[in-house]
Nanobody
């Protein structure tokens, strides 16, 4: 399994970015996919996830600003980020959830088996 994240960059407060994660080596449309982020000196934290029925969940800190989507035909996961804040500065990772993971654990990094390399998002004030 390979995950290639892209779309990060340096933006100003209030700007928008769209991250992409191209997946290969798996039957993409059968898996729950997630976005996590890790800021400087912080632990990796859940951002959003979408399952194969397009059900989504978000961290409270991004709810209403970020939208996770997927294009199964392209095996690609997206994260649209609007109204960005300096506290959104982090390396953003996409990940594939384990088929054995239960719903209540899908905010935990340990429920994800494969990770992309990350893409840096920096929001200046």
């Amino acid at each position: 399994v390979q995950l290639q994240a892209s779309g990060g960059g340096l933006v100003q407060t209030g700007d928008s970015l769209r991250l992409s994660c191209a997946a290969s080596g798996l039957n993409f449309n059968r898996y729950t996919m997630g976005w996590f982020r890790q800021g400087p000196g912080k632990e990796r934290e859940f951002v959003a996830r979408i399952n194969y029925t397009y059900n989504t969940a978000y961290a409270d800190s991004v709810k209403g600003r970020f939208t996770v989507t997927r294009d199964n035909a392209k095996s690609t996961l997206y994260l649209q980020m609007n109204s960005l804040k300096p506290e959104d500065t982090a390396v953003y990772y996409c990940a594939v959830a384990s088929r054995r993971a239960i719903l209540s654990t899908l905010r935990l990094p340990t429920s994800y088996e494969n990770w992309g390399q990350g893409t840096q998002v920096t929001v200046s004030s």
